[in-house]
């Protein structure tokens, strides 16, 4: 069973650039989410869609756009990175709006 | 303003140690979980407090979350290495809507042989 997947794993990308991190969950879910993870941090909400077809913002938004392309998709795109948004992104579901988050295993990404 | 304040923050022991981590809040949460982290992966739940006063147990882990339903704790009895991890709670301040699930900062636990 996959779960959640995101792709890619790893990317280190110039100040500036752009580029789009894809999520997958084959479980069926309604409601999926990108968080990030700060060292000392925690883990804060940047987006989530509750269901296909709507999207809302969680506590840090700002630099990044999502897409709920269908049930199973996901992504968080950054249309030009900063440095300050180096950090490891995860994305998440759940099948019930309060219940259990099912994570992927990250994306660590480098802004330079 | 961090809603929910875990500490430890860091705690080292050795195999065979009891250990609390503790979850605190100043507001209500209509439920809890606790997650795990290892590293290069992401948070596992655990498991999920929804009774003030509910004490649930997994193996050696128990988990009690607070009358008022403002706290919660998660004790290991004779922690083993494979216990080590980040432990995460998380919860919905009471009327909060489904995106709003607030985690603490973790306590990274380190378990030696």
């Known amino acids: 069973n996959a779960g959640v997947t995101q792709t890619p794993k790893f990317q280190v990308l110039k100040t500036g650039q752009s580029m789009t991190l894809q999520c997958a969950q084959d479980m069926n879910h309604n409601s999926m989410y990108w968080y990030r993870q700060d060292p000392g941090m925690g883990l804060r909400l940047i987006y989530y869609?509750?269901?296909?077809?709507?999207?809302d913002k969680g506590e840090v938004p700002n630099g990044y756009n999502v897409s709920r392309l269908n049930k199973r998709e996901f992504s968080l795109r950054l249309e030009s990175a900063a440095p300050s948004q180096t950090s490891v992104y995860f994305c998440a579901s759940n099948p019930l709006a309060f219940g259990e988050l099912f994570f992927g295993e990250g994306s660590r990404l480098t802004v330079l | 303003t961090q809603l929910l304040e875990q500490s430890p923050q860091f705690l080292s022991i050795q195999e065979g140690e009891n250990l609390t981590v503790y979850c605190n809040s100043s507001s209500v949460f209509s439920s809890l979980q606790w997650y795990r982290q290892e590293p290069g992966e992401g948070p596992v739940l655990l498991v999920t407090?929804?009774?003030?006063?509910e004490v649930k147990k997994l193996k050696r882990l128990t988990f009690q979350f607070g009358d008022a339903r403002k706290d919660s704790s998660l004790h290991i009895t004779a922690a083993q290495p494979g216990d080590t991890g980040l432990y995460l709670c998380a919860g919905h301040p009471g009327g909060g809507s489904q995106g709003n699930l607030i985690f603490g900062k973790g306590t990274k636990l380190s378990v030696k042989p």
């Open positions: 407090v929804v009774t003030g006063g």
């Open positions: 869609s509750a269901s296909e077809g709507t999207t």
